[in-house]
């Protein structure tokens, strides 16, 4: 018996740059149909007397239909299309891999339109002293021998204006490394200014992971960046010998959205991986991302993914390594789209990730610094665990608003930062960003069965890793 209500079944079919895909949701599996196809699986019930409509008996021909109708028939039967799950999910409370983000500081020497920092006293620097703290808590409540640990330093200022800082801790983690085994080292992203040509040698031969934040040219970067010194920026980073595992992460926004020349601008400096994310602004303030360009963007993302495309098929493997390998926003889809593992959260903060500050306080993540009602403890008393928990059961199949998302296993939901900023509550997405990300997963559909079907060399490559 096959199922007989469109409305509870788990698919989705789209038609992109003129070519027309069905989406299985549930498994991830995605198939490029015809316009039989499309209408048929948008407009009848596959029950055991399936009933076709006579404006697509007169569009199609009989034996097309029939076809279509079979094949459609053998999707039901081998469990591609099928009725919407919602299973629940075992999180690992320990897992592989850890995020400590503290926030060394929130002073810093540029002034971003869109920072979401506040008070930008030395006040709220971080001593050393609660930074180990920090460290010694988080290891001995969720640290698992096989564990990597990253302490990222990005929280809500520039990390190098506390390079003292940054030295003495690496040195704390060295001793943890030696003494006790522990896969330990440090990560953050600067906006460059201070990032000499010294600085950056002492940072490479310390084994400590930094990247830049930048916005493209010269004239976008001014515009956000208030002070930046663009050129001094761009000669710390050329200037740089070793470039091994160094990326540049950029913001996009409601006015600066030309995703090309922005991936350009970043990739002629050199560095491993790029990472292109979007702006977490109110939907009223200044080059938002809302509904008045939201268009004009995913018309940019079209460029872009042909773009990457004609890269490709010139042999250029490694401009879409830059961005697949990295955090870009694009470049996740395009990743978890090659994976049968299902993306059940927008990230995982709270569970393998958690934030400290000055005072010791447990965060969700840095951009909750402002938020009070929201600290998940201190490193004193510890994590409150109903609040964790709660963090904990936030997965896109216990959202009520991303539940029954055809999209929800490779978005994974809004991000806790954005909707608490924007709604003062965890999980509830902004519609113009759920457009946005639905776009940009059809457009990997379309990027990935368009490489395999004209570069299937490079496409075979590229799905290996």
């Known amino acids: 018996m096959l ?90 409370l320990k897992p592989d891999t850890i995020t400590i983000k503290l926030i060394p500081t929130r002073r810093c020497n540029l002034s971003c339109s869109y920072c979401f920092s506040k008070n930008k006293s030395a006040e709220w620097d971080m001593s050393i002293e609660t930074a180990k703290a920090a460290i010694d808590y988080f290891l001995s409540e969720f640290y698992s021998p096989s564990a990597k640990v990253t302490v990222d330093l990005s929280g809500a200022g520039e990390p190098l204006m506390r390079l003292d800082f940054i030295i003495a801790l690496n040195e704390y983690l060295l001793q943890l490394k030696t003494e006790r085994g522990i896969n330990i080292f440090i990560q953050f992203a600067s906006n460059g200014m201070l990032l000499t040509p010294e600085t950056s040698r002492l940072l490479k031969e310390s084994m400590i992971m930094f990247g830049v934040s930048l916005d493209g040219d010269e004239a976008v970067s001014a515009k956000a960046r208030k002070g930046i010194k663009y050129e001094l920026v761009v000669n710390n980073i050329k200037s740089m010998t070793d470039k091994r595992f160094f990326g540049i992460a950029s913001t996009f926004s409601g006015i600066n959205h030309d995703i090309i020349s922005i991936f350009e601008n970043l990739y002629q400096l050199e560095p491993e991986v790029v990472s292109i994310k979007p702006v977490r602004s109110l939907p009223d303030e200044d080059g938002a991302i809302n509904s008045s360009n939201v268009e004009g963007i995913k018309l940019s993302y079209n460029d872009f993914c042909e773009w990457l495309l004609k890269k490709l098929a010139d042999g250029k493997e490694q401009v879409f390594r830059a961005i697949v390998n990295g955090d870009d926003f694009f470049g996740k889809f395009l990743r978890n789209l090659q994976s049968p593992a299902k993306t059940i959260k927008p990230c995982y903060a709270g569970v393998d990730s958690i934030s400290v500050d000055a005072e010791g306080n447990i965060l969700i993540c840095p951009a909750f610094i402002n938020h009070e009602n929201t600290f998940l403890g201190n490193i004193r008393d510890g994590v409150d665990k109903n609040k964790l928990e709660s963090l904990i059961n936030f997965y896109t199949d216990n959202i009520e608003y991303c539940k029954d998302c055809w999209a929800r296993y490779t978005c994974g939901g809004e991000c806790f930062a954005v909707s608490y900023n924007n709604f003062n509550e965890y999980t509830k997405p902004d519609q113009v960003m759920c457009e946005l990300k639905k776009h940009l997963i059809q457009l990997s559909i379309f990027f990935w069965h368009t490489l395999a079907n004209e570069q299937p060399l490079m496409y075979k490559r590229l799905k290996g890793g």
Do not use: W
């Open 3 to 92: 199922l007989n209500s469109v409305e509870l079944l788990d698919y989705i079919v789209f038609t992109i740059f003129e070519k027309s895909f069905l989406y299985c949701a549930n498994i991830k599996e995605s198939y490029p149909i015809s316009d039989c196809s499309q209408e048929l699986l948008k407009n009848v019930n596959f029950s055991e007397a399936t009933e076709i409509p006579g404006y697509i008996k007169e569009r199609f021909s009989e034996k097309e239909i029939a076809e279509k109708v079979n094949s459609i028939h053998r999707l039901y039967q081998m469990g591609k299309i099928s009725r919407r799950k919602n299973a629940k999910h075992f999180i690992n």
